[in-house]
């Protein structure tokens, strides 16, 4: 009857798209996307959906103050062979923007921004009188609290 022949139907249309690139079928085998994989996968589409929705947005929006801002100066740095890199604001991208221009020198940082941490945490102990009345509060012992800085200087994305 009609329940049959629409079995039928799902199971040629599932058959059909086990075959088919879409998951991945490698010679005609079978292969399934475990729940997690899906999921990836969803999100994955999501995001890229989302991502396209905002460059379009962007788009009909045309150049912001900041687009304007960022020609002039590309502008003025292009006769000098110089241009504008980004740097991610991840909370280490001062260290990684020094580590950035120390790259282009015979300087370069042993342990990337990483080290330049290290590196400026360490000069701060060794000079404490010079950045102690920068960083401790009159209500804290100034010793642990100058440390402790030190240590999420060290340490830590702030």
């Known amino acids: 009857g009609a329940g049959q022949e629409g079995d039928r139907e799902a199971a040629s249309v599932a058959d059909l798209l086990a075959g088919s690139s879409i998951y991945g079928a490698s010679s005609g085998a079978d292969r399934k996307l475990s729940k997690s994989q899906k999921k990836k996968d969803k999100k994955k589409a999501q995001d890229a959906e989302r991502e396209a929705r905002i ?54 940082p042993k342990g990337g921004f990483q080290g330049l941490r290290e590196l ?30 030190c240590a999420e200087v060290e340490g830590s994305a702030a």
């Open 120 to 149: 400026a945490a360490s000069f701060m102990r060794s000079h404490p009188d010079d950045y102690l009345p920068f960083v401790v509060e009159e209500r804290e012992e100034p010793a642990e609290e100058f440390e402790k800085y």
């Open 55 to 108: 460059a379009a947005e962007k788009e009909a929006m045309g150049p912001t103050d900041r687009d304007v801002e960022a020609a002039k100066l590309d502008e003025l740095l292009k006769p000098h062979q110089l241009r504008i890199k980004e740097i991610p604001a991840d909370g280490h991208c001062m260290y990684r923007a020094l580590e950035d221009q120390l790259v282009m020198t015979s300087e370069a």
